[in-house]
């Protein structure tokens, strides 16, 4: 199968790809993906940054809540899936460090992330625009920072500190622990819950390196335009799970709409069709080139009509299907043999049996 990175992207590490993007775009809009298929649907609308979420992995790949349960190797799938699909550069969220954090980058490094945020809320974490947080003491946080950049193999690799602190600790404690996150070696900070555009104004003007907003809907923060916050200095703006949301609520509705009509005729129109599915997919770009060849003779010099064409393309897909089907075979009797050997997803063994059984 063709590969989905240029021989160039390989030379150029994902840190560098991601600060080249904040040099080329300010502020730069860093947007959500919770898996490989978002990745290509935002890379194809033309972002230059992609973002991976804690609460989008616990949410939408392990059905949980956003609340310390999931584990570092959780995230790492995603990531890998993500980028192994697109050379965007990929910022993602790291929590609190799992309390390793100089392991958690080289971990990142290691499955191609750009950069990863790390926040001063205690282990026990929460949503950054909930009430009742907990922070660290600065000096905790600063010796997250530093640990980090302790892991940190490629220089470019971005380590951004996220304080919590405007909601208890008011604007000025904020921006005091921003600064001490700064001289200890953060890249970027992110500013999470800030209610007023000119706060914004203030973290860029006292801290002196690239600041993020965090544009979470229904949260704390406002929905400022990109505009405003380029008037103020913000250097990133990050919509980390506006997309998932919306394929959330329209999932929904389709799954109403089969179990009370018993058809989804009246939801067609909120569905991508199968022809633009494989046009983001490239499809024809991940099939045999040979065969690919095949095709352009049929249609070129051999006068076979579509129906033919179609035809031909039924039996490679009914002969892939039979080898397909006894390797499939094989493998189920491996399974069988293995018994119980079989490993349990990583996101659902932390959970109680009885939850696991839920319908």
């Known amino acids: 199968m063709p590969s989905k990175l240029s021989s160039s992207s390989k030379t150029v590490s994902a840190g560098a790809r991601l600060r080249a993007a904040l040099r080329a775009e300010r502020p730069l809009q860093v947007v959500g ?68 954090p100089r392991n958690t980058v080289h971990e990142m490094i290691r499955v191609g992330a750009a950069g990863i945020h790390i926040e001063d809320q205690a282990a026990a974490k929460r949503c950054g625009h909930l009430p009742n947080k907990t922070l660290v003491r600065p000096d905790e946080m600063v010796s997250r920072i530093k640990a980090a950049r302790a892991g940190r193999s490629d ?55 690239p600041v993020l907003a965090n544009l979470t809907e229904f949260g704390r923060t406002p929905l400022f335009t990109v505009r405003e916050l380029a008037a103020v200095g913000v250097d990133l703006a990050l919509y980390p799970l506006s997309a998932f949301r919306a394929m959330s609520a329209s999932a929904l509705q389709v799954y ?18 199968r022809a633009g599915l494989y046009k983001f997919l490239d499809y024809q770009a991940w099939t045999d080139p040979q065969e690919r060849q095949v095709q352009a003779r049929v249609l070129a010099g051999a006068g076979r009509s579509a129906a033919a064409l179609r035809g031909k393309h039924f039996t490679i897909a009914q002969s892939g299907k039979r080898k397909a089907g006894s390797a499939e075979r094989e493998a189920q009797s491996g399974k069988r043999k293995a018994g119980s050997g079989r490993r349990v997803a990583l996101c659902a063994w932390r959970l109680p049996l009885r939850a696991r059984r839920q319908p």
């Open 155 to 209: 220089p470019e690799f971005v380590i951004m500190a996220r304080t919590d602190a405007a909601a208890g600790e008011g604007l000025a404690g904020a921006i005091e622990r921003a600064r001490r996150y700064r001289e200890a070696g953060a890249d970027m900070i992110f500013a999470e819950a800030l209610t007023e555009l000119e706060h914004y104004r203030d973290f860029v003007n006292a801290v002196e390196i």
């Open 256 to 273: 109403r709409a089969i179990r009370r009509q018993g058809t989804q005729k009246r939801v067609l129109r909120m569905m991508q069709t």
């Open 33 to 100: 993906v919770i898996n490989a298929y978002a990745a290509i649907l935002a890379a194809k609308t033309g972002f230059k940054a992609l973002y991976l979420s804690g609460a989008g992995v616990a949410n939408a790949s392990c059905g949980l809540p956003d609340i310390g349960i999931t584990k570092l190797e959780d995230v790492l799938i995603d990531v890998r899936r993500i980028t192994g699909i697109t050379q965007l550069p990929l910022l993602v969220d790291a929590d609190t460090g799992w309390e390793n």
